[in-house]
C-alpha cells in the first residue's frame, strides 16, 4: 500500500515538474530552463523505477491517467493567475457609414480608441488599446456586430 501511495504522490510532483518544464523551456532563460529540464528529467527516471514496482498494469495507467490530468490543471490554473494582462492593440477598418455607430459602442463600453478616415474616405481605421483580457473581450464582441476584419498586436517590455 506505502509503495502505491509513493508511486501516487511521485507521479503527480513529476507531472506538475513536467508541466513547468514545458513552460520554462520556452519562457525562462538558458540557466532556468537548463536547471528545470535536468530536476524534470532526473525525477523521471525515479518514477520509471517506481513504474516498474509491482501492481497491475491497470493501475499504473488510471494513476498515470489521473495525475495526469490534476497535475497539468494545477499548474495550468497557477500560470493563469500569475499572467499579467498585457497591452493590446486591435486594429480594424470600418465602412465609414459605421464609424459612428463603432465610436458610439466603443465609448460606451468605456474602450480607448483613436479613428483616423483613409484617403478614400470609403473606411475607417480604428485602433483600439485593450488593457485586460476584460477589454479585448469588449472588442470583439463590437466588432463582430460590424462584421469587421481586425489584427492584434501584443505589446512587448521595453
Request: hydrophobic share 45%; net charge positive; proline share 1%.
Amino acid at each position: 500500500m506505502k509503495l502505491l501511495v509513493l508511486f501516487i504522490v511521485l507521479s503527480v510532483v513529476n507531472v506538475i515538474v513536467q508541466t513547468f518544464k514545458s513552460l520554462a523551456t520556452v519562457k525562462c532563460g538558458k540557466v532556468g530552463a537548463a536547471l528545470v529540464n535536468a530536476t524534470a528529467y532526473g525525477l523521471y527516471t525515479i518514477v520509471l523505477v517506481f513504474t516498474n514496482a509491482d501492481f497491475p498494469l491497470w493501475q499504473k495507467v488510471i494513476i498515470t491517467a489521473i495525475t495526469n490530468f490534476i497535475g497539468v490543471f494545477i499548474v495550468k490554473a497557477i500560470e493563469e493567475k500569475a499572467r499579467k494582462d498585457k497591452l493590446w492593440k486591435v486594429e480594424t477598418t470600418v465602412n465609414s457609414d459605421d464609424t459612428f455607430k463603432v465610436r458610439l459602442a466603443l465609448r460606451d463600453a468605456g474602450l480607448s480608441y483613436s479613428v483616423i478616415s483613409t484617403n478614400t474616405k470609403e473606411r475607417s481605421v480604428f485602433n483600439i488599446y485593450c488593457p485586460t483580457k476584460k477589454e479585448s473581450e469588449k472588442v470583439k464582441e463590437i466588432l463582430g456586430n460590424f462584421d469587421a476584419k481586425y489584427f492584434v498586436t501584443e505589446s512587448k517590455s521595453l
